[in-house]
């Protein structure tokens, strides 16, 4: 007997035309509901997300498909994708049953559902049916029985599970009544291709075919009305996710990480600055409150909540979401707080670990812009006085810039006002400018220059803070006046390459100075030596050494630098063991979005989270390539009590040390 079977048995075609009639009316319903949604997301400013399609279009489908992001976290992740796979798996089975059905078989006249075909058709459905049960089972037991801290259950994640349980679970037993009405006697060979089908078949054998009949029916329908009142009600819960998520693929940033956009200073028509209610976000602010799944990822990674600040990621994309969709004109400050806002590091980690693609940071900053420029609120008064110490004395430990220079006194470098015929410019910033510690890291990196033959220049008292700690605290203004005169001295000495060792620097010179018309090469001092030593114009002689690596979140996760220092420190005789949160998982030292700046005042220091994680590796040696990082491990190992313990280094400390030039 032909391996097949009839579709509508028991059903009868006649139920066609009412079966389409209730799916266009559940269509409708998610169209009007999505239709609500809109006019939601609509109260936002408007914003270009739909310029270079084909890439974005591809980026979705890719991240879609892939469940590239959903699989990089442990829990749960890959019980979401395989239950999406599945999922698709059975989506897909639906439709061949469309067309087969309602296309092929009226107007070809052909079977395409029939022999081998059918059968790797029945096996897969089975087992994709059984496989999503399964992980849904798993979900269920994670979020209902586990209970992740931080992860909030409401009666509807109850009442979605139940949902997503029926449609599987009347889905085969639809497929076991049929079975073992028909299959087990007219053709048992082919029941094995249904092997859940035919578990559940021995178990209505004994009915009477009458009694097997209307069960199938009254099931089928069953199934009917549950799968419409899924679609119905898509819009109108968290399923919405199923489409506002692969659609935040589309529209996704696709400027380089980190971009928040020049604030146009001068002009006169601008009202008000940053984010204070819900018209002041963007379209796609409030769209992502939406692609939002609540899975906490953003803040079990966030450094901030996991060290006992005020600030869950997760929480402030709820909070506007909610505010837009029950009280639009509300203070969003006051909601979130500034608290929350201000406990903020901007490290990316909430955003690079996020499957929805959701925007945090800018979102954060944007709010901080209204705290600083409308209300000119500080997160504290230490802030205020580095504030006003950049603004007068160009840095924020209010020395004389005149002394910015003093670390060059007996190096190869040259001063540019004295002479500007160098191969790059280095710019130091303000830490390896006048603090102690880090001007040995400026120096060893000048030392290194000279071994590879690379002539340097640095601006001396005419460098001046980049601005960035300002930028990220929201004070656009003077940011902008900061850099304007720093790209202006740049310029004036035609420079063809700058070169820093601050990735707070490097991101604001390469990414955001050029939103201000700066178009110089810039590169991070880890690149530019890794380079140096591919091109043989810099030897190291190795010397052994333990370590473990920290990722600043600059430079990794911002600028995808994640190699480079580890190949570096290598080849230099180290040996490496990681940190359990390293590379693009790395945990932020507590100094980026200004906090540098700010004194730590509630929950425990994220610096001292972060020597306890060197500290589990057993190695005795911490190594970094950020001042600020370098600056906080020193604190944080001295707080801790680790001295002679562990030691935080700088990777051109330890390569100065190995240099083999002649």
């Not at 699989?71 to 089975?93: M, Q, T, Y």
């Not at 798993?138 to 449609?167: D, S």
């Not at 693609?357 to 800018?362: A, G, L, P, Q």
């Not at 006048?434 to 000048?446: H, K, Q």
């Amino acid at each position: 007997m032909e391996a097949s079977r009839e579709i509508y048995w028991n059903i009868g075609h006649g139920v066609i035309l009412i079966m389409y009639l209730l799916t266009i009316a559940a269509l409708a319903l998610m169209a009007t509901g999505f239709r609500k949604r809109m006019l939601i997301w609509r109260q936002g400013k408007p914003l270009d997300r739909f310029d270079r399609f084909d890439e974005r279009f591809a980026l979705m489908l890719r991240n879609i498909f892939t469940q590239k992001k959903v699989l990089r976290v442990r829990d749960g992740g890959l019980f979401h994708a395989l239950f999406f796979w599945s999922f698709l798996v059975l989506f897909a089975g639906t439709i061949a049953v469309m067309l087969q059905t309602d296309i092929i078989t009226p107007l070809l006249k052909r079977n395409l559902l029939s022999g081998v075909v059918y059968k790797v058709f029945s096996l897969l459905l089975d087992c994709a049916g059984l496989l999503a049960i399964l992980m849904l089972g798993g979900l269920f037991i994670r979020r209902f029985v586990i209970k992740p801290a931080g992860l909030k259950t409401t009666a509807e994640n109850y009442r979605i599970h139940l949902l997503l349980f029926a449609i599987l679970i009347t889905g085969f037993l639809i497929e076991g009544v049929r079975m073992a009405a028909t299959e087990l006697h007219d053709n048992p060979e082919l029941a094995i291709y249904s092997p859940v089908g035919l578990l559940l078949a021995n178990l209505f054998t004994g009915l009477s075919s009458d009694l097997q009949r209307t069960l199938h029916k009254t099931l089928w329908f069953v199934h009917l009305l549950l799968g419409l009142g899924f679609i119905a009600l898509i819009p109108r819960t968290k399923l919405r996710h199923i489409f506002t998520t692969g659609g935040n693929s589309f529209l996704a940033p696709l400027d380089a990480k980190g971009t928040l956009g020049a604030i146009d200073l001068e002009d006169d028509m601008i009202e008000q600055f940053g984010t204070a209610t819900i018209a002041d976000l963007s379209w796609k602010d409030l769209f992502d409150t939406d692609a939002c799944t609540s899975c906490k990822r953003c803040q079990d990674r966030c450094p901030a909540y996991q060290t006992g600040k005020p600030l869950s990621p997760m929480t402030i994309i709820r909070q506007l979401g909610e505010l837009a969709e029950i009280s639009p004109k509300s203070d969003l400050i006051k909601s979130v707080t500034s608290e929350a806002l201000w406990a903020c590091t901007t490290c990316g980690a909430c955003e690079d670990i996020c499957p929805a693609n959701i925007e945090h940071v800018s979102k954060i900053i944007g709010m901080r812009r209204h705290l600083t420029l409308m209300e000119g609120v500080f997160p504290g008064d230490e802030v205020r006085t580095a504030t006003s110490n950049i603004e007068t004395h160009r840095n924020p430990f209010g020395l004389a810039n005149a002394s910015r220079g003093d670390w060059t006194k007996g190096l190869p470098v040259c001063i540019m006002e004295k002479d500007s015929n160098v191969d790059i410019l280095y710019f130091a910033g303000c830490y390896a400018s006048f603090d102690s510690r880090n001007r040995e890291v400026a120096r060893n990196f000048i030392r290194i220059c000279s071994a590879a033959g690379i002539k340097a220049g640095t601006l001396g008292q005419e460098e001046q803070c980049c601005g960035e700690p300002l930028r990220k605290l929201g004070n656009e203004y003077l940011y902008q006046m900061t850099a304007r005169e720093n790209i202006e001295k740049i310029r004036r000495y035609g420079v063809k390459k700058i070169v820093t060792t601050c990735p707070h620097c490097f991101n604001t010179l390469s990414r955001d100075y050029k939103e201000l018309q700066l178009d110089i090469p810039v590169e991070h001092y880890t690149t530019f030596i890794d380079t140096l030593m591919v091109q043989k114009k810099l030897k190291l002689k190795p010397e052994p050494f333990l370590f473990t690596y920290h990722d600043s979140c600059y430079l990794g996760r911002y600028m995808d630098i994640i190699n480079e220092p580890r190949s570096i420190l290598l080849k230099a005789g180290g040996k490496l063991s990681e940190m359990d949160a390293s590379g693009y998982d790395g945990f932020c030292c507590g100094g980026g979005g200004g906090r540098i700046l700010a004194d730590e005042k509630s929950g425990t220091r994220i610096n001292a989270a972060r020597i306890e994680m060197a500290k589990n590796t057993g190695m005795p040696l911490l190594v970094s390539n950020c001042p600020f990082c370098l600056s906080l491990f020193e604190e944080g190992i001295k707080s801790g009590g680790y001295e002679g313990k562990l030691k935080a280094r700088d990777l051109a400390e330890i390569v100065a040390e190995r240099l083999n030039n002649p």
